[in-house]
């Protein structure tokens, strides 16, 4: 089974409609990321968490909303989804060791289209 | 501003050809870290090296090889005698300036290795 899991893996959707992406990882690591991926733009960081109690907002938070509900489950929505949302979207852990700095373990990625 | 710049937005060599991808980074930061993530066609990012700014020595590791350069603001990957499983898209990355887990991704360059 993979480290980082994510689901749905494919999803298509209907404007307006509310997504949800769900990640779970095993690594027990604190940190946990969201990055969507468009061609030709490559990775863009949407939310962080460092811990259950911390939230922050990334490079494109606008239009999404995330829910740390423990350890090792990060959520991803999109209240009311709209087709430039159209993307692969990636969670993403690393450790808070500083020997691994910046190594980031990503899920299979997550497939949205909307329509 | 932070930016990584990956101008080669595909690349095609055939099997054997030694192939270097380009990776261009702006950052006032002193310390730092770059990245190569390797993207296959399954879709999972694989973390491939990580490079202090402190650390200007080339790495190497079989048939991979890095060249860091602070002159230039470069940090060139090379394949040596490609194969086709070396086929994927592959990041630069660079870390964030208040945290290095937080990564800013270049556009990707995409490589095919064609038998």
């Not at chain 1, 960081?45 to 109690?53: E, P, Q, R, T």
């Not at chain 2, 491939?48 to 890095?66: A, H, K, P, T, V």
């Amino acid at each position: 089974d993979a480290d980082v899991t994510q689901t749905p893996r494919n999803r298509i959707t209907k404007t307006g409609k509310r997504i949800m992406l769900e990640c779970s990882q095993t690594k027990g690591h604190d940190r946990m990321y969201w990055y969507r991926q468009d061609p030709g733009l490559g990775l863009r960081l949407i939310y962080y968490s460092f811990d259950v109690k911390d939230i922050n907002k990334g490079e494109i938070s606008d239009g999404y909303s995330v829910s740390r509900q423990a350890q090792a489950k990060f959520s991803l929505s999109l209240e009311s989804a709209i087709p430039n949302q159209t993307a692969l979207y990636f969670c993403a852990t690393s450790d808070t060791d500083g020997k691994n700095t910046g190594e980031l373990f990503f899920g299979e990625g997550s497939r949205l289209t909307v329509l | 501003a932070q930016k990584v710049t990956q101008a080669q937005t595909e690349i095609s060599v055939v099997e054997k050809e030694d192939v270097t991808l380009d990776c261009v980074y702006e950052t006032r930061d002193t310390t730092y870290y770059l990245f190569w993530y390797k993207q296959p066609p399954s879709g999972e990012l694989v973390f491939l090296i990580r490079r202090n700014s402190f650390d200007e020595q080339n790495e190497i590791s079989g048939r991979y090889s890095w060249n860091f350069q602070k002159s230039t603001s470069s940090f060139n990957f090379t394949i040596t005698a490609s194969q086709v499983v070396d086929s994927a898209v592959y990041f630069c990355a660079l870390s964030d300036t208040y945290n290095t887990d937080k990564l800013i991704f270049g556009t990707g360059t995409r490589l095919q290795v064609f038998p």
